[in-house]
């Protein structure tokens, strides 16, 4: 099957000039949904390069094709699909619901030539709409994702966002699902909404004025978007306000976590295959190559290390480490042992922690993360398909430094294992499957190829968790496999994806315990009714309601909800335009699309 990510074009590769390896520079946007410089759909027809026979839909029926090297429009007598006019299909143009100079947003049948109701709850390709109108209606502060925390259950006035924490990681996920939504349909609008996510991405990646270091969340100093953290300038060490970027003042949400990181680039990578703007590709390409510049080199870092309540300092050897000097302690990184051993100042993507604790403690036996193995493979394979044919030597340094660790990564990823634990921690299994998802399908080395992607991605990761009922990690694995999936491991992901229930995503109170289906529970899981975490995973239709699906152990069957709460949905988007990218699932609303309507 294809992979999600598919590879760019002729015009894409070659158009990009040289990289900087410390590009940082001015989104230009402080508005809604944080479009910045970044060029939509509507401009791409006056791109300067073009390769003859090259198309794509400008609008739901407007075809721009290259001819003699230059971008010429023509109107389709039906509608425009996938960069062909065609008198049985057209696509979206605009998010339904949307009001414009151009008119309102609403679905034709180009067959039938007339605007028709969607169905949301009968079609999947309707849900995926409705779920990306609510996303942009009611779940963005300033592009990046948040969920809705309303005044009360009749959900009518937002109180303030949440989720706050985690927006970086769902933003880059929503940005992959637009990516595949573009390479799945070619729909102008997934282009724009693409080309927007990804410049709120690159505004993550620069506002802190540190290479490489990602903000959580970012908003205007003095904006009043009501937020969890309502006073975020008054003794709150994670926001970092008043920061110079793109001209203005900004407020900035720091001590960033891997996970953050793992979503981000997820999202880069579908995104720089997939979009023709080579404005997104540089801006995407620099702040890849930067990450990646960072964590190549090695640091001697001055630390403070608290061990039984006692300050140490201690000056650490460092590499795979990106800085923060915004978030250290007089100049030092901070880190106590005994708790999570975690590191403030900096975000690390040490493979193996034993080492770096033998510094604190004097030894330390091999504390190998496959996680961060894993990333690492991820986030160098793509730096190196971004240079390739664009900075002949940013990319020779790079794969050096690439051929000299990629197999120590490997045999750290391959110590990967899987623990119910009564589904705590069950995130963890998503962050490491994604990145290993985005190193399997860049792997260009036949050997490194088969073991990330057959040995660990397929031999070790989707053996352990094929039984629990994930389509997302379902269609991740099936775009990596070098002939068909098995039919019946496809139909019983686009069946229990096609349990999703439509949007709104309230947090609804859900109880299944008595449900007989799910006995017996499991009796080692004493803190609540679970379903027996060796066999029976929860249906989706009947999951316990969450932020992001994918990522929570599918065991659970009791949850009191919060009717005055509603997560984005990009759980379903990102499972759905995944599955419709790999060529798993078929268009249900066929012939159908969003459209300006006077």
Request: glycine fraction near 10%; charged fraction near 20%.
């Amino acid at each position: 099957m294809m992979a999600l990510a598919g590879c760019a074009s002729a015009e894409q590769k070659n158009g990009g000039g040289t990289v900087d390896l410390g590009v940082g520079g001015d989104d230009g946007g402080t508005g809604g949904n944080g479009a910045g410089d970044l060029a939509t759909a509507a401009d791409q027809a006056s791109a300067p390069v073009c390769s003859d026979g090259d198309a794509y839909c400008k609008s739901w029926n407007v075809r721009t094709s290259c001819v003699g090297g230059a971008w010429v429009d023509e109107t389709c007598a039906g509608g425009c699909a996938n960069g062909a006019c065609s008198a049985s299909a057209c696509s979206d143009e605009c998010a339904l619901g949307d009001t414009s100079a151009a008119g309102t947003c609403q679905l034709w049948d180009v067959g039938q030539g007339a605007f028709v109701a969607p169905d949301p709850a009968g079609r999947m390709h309707d849900r995926a709409r409705d779920y990306d109108r609510l996303l942009r209606a009611n779940q963005l502060v300033q592009g990046a994702v948040c969920n809705a925390e309303y005044s009360d259950a009749t959900r009518a006035t937002i109180a303030f966002y949440a989720g706050t924490g985690d927006s970086a990681l769902w933003t880059g996920t929503a940005l992959a699902a637009e990516a595949w939504r573009l390479r799945a349909t070619g729909a102008p609008d997934a282009a724009d909404e693409l080309s927007r996510h990804a410049a709120t991405l690159h505004r993550l990646l620069n506002v802190a004025g540190e290479p490489g270091y990602l903000a959580r969340l970012a908003v205007p100093t003095g904006d009043t978007t009501p937020l969890e953290t309502m006073n975020r300038c008054s003794n709150n060490a994670d926001w970092h306000c008043n920061s110079a970027y793109g001209g203005g003042a900004w407020d900035w949400l720091g001590h960033t976590s891997r996970d953050a990181y793992t979503g981000v680039m997820l999202g880069l990578d579908a995104a720089w295959s997939a979009t023709r703007d080579e404005s997104v590709r540089a801006a995407i390409r620099g702040d890849v190559v930067t990450i990646a510049a960072e964590l190549m080199k090695d640091r001697m870092v001055p630390a403070t290390v608290t061990i039984s309540g006692i300050p140490i300092p201690k000056t650490l050897s460092l590499t795979n480490v990106i800085l923060a000097p915004a978030e250290m302690t007089n100049g030092r990184v901070t880190i106590t042992l005994g708790g999570s051993n975690e590191l403030y100042g900096a975000r690390e993507f040490v493979t193996d922690f034993g080492p770096v604790l033998s510094q604190l403690t004097g030894a330390s036996p091999p504390i190998p993360r496959p996680g961060s193995a894993m990333m690492l493979g991820a986030f160098f394979s793509m730096a190196l398909e971004m240079t390739d044919g664009v900075d002949a030597a940013t990319h020779q340094t790079l794969l050096d430094y690439y051929n000299a660790h990629a197999d120590a990564w490997l045999d750290v990823a391959a110590q990967w294992s899987f623990a119910a634990s009564c589904g705590d921690g069950y995130y963890a299994n998503h962050i490491a499957y994604i990145m290993a998802y985005v190193w399997a399908h860049l792997e260009k080395d036949a050997t490194r190829g088969a073991r990330i992607r057959d040995a660990i991605l397929d031999g070790k990761m989707w053996a352990a968790l094929s039984y629990q009922k994930n389509p997302y990690f379902a269609f991740l694995w099936g775009a990596t496999r070098t002939g068909t999936p098995a039919a019946a491991t496809i139909a019983a992901a686009n069946a229990q994806l096609a349990g999703f229930p439509p949007g709104p995503r309230v947090h609804v109170a859900v109880d299944h315990s008595a449900d007989a289906k799910y006995l017996p529970h499991d009796a080692s899981c004493t803190s609540e009714p679970m379903a027996d975490t060796a066999t029976s995973a929860v249906d989706v239709g009947d999951r316990v309601i969450d932020d992001f699906l994918w990522q929570r152990g599918p065991w659970r069957l009791q949850d009191g909800g919060n009717p005055n709460e509603v997560y984005p949905g990009v759980d379903y988007l990102a499972a759905y335009w995944a599955a419709r990218a790999g060529g798993f699932l078929a268009d249900d609303a066929a012939g159908t699309c969003a459209r300006w309507a006077k």
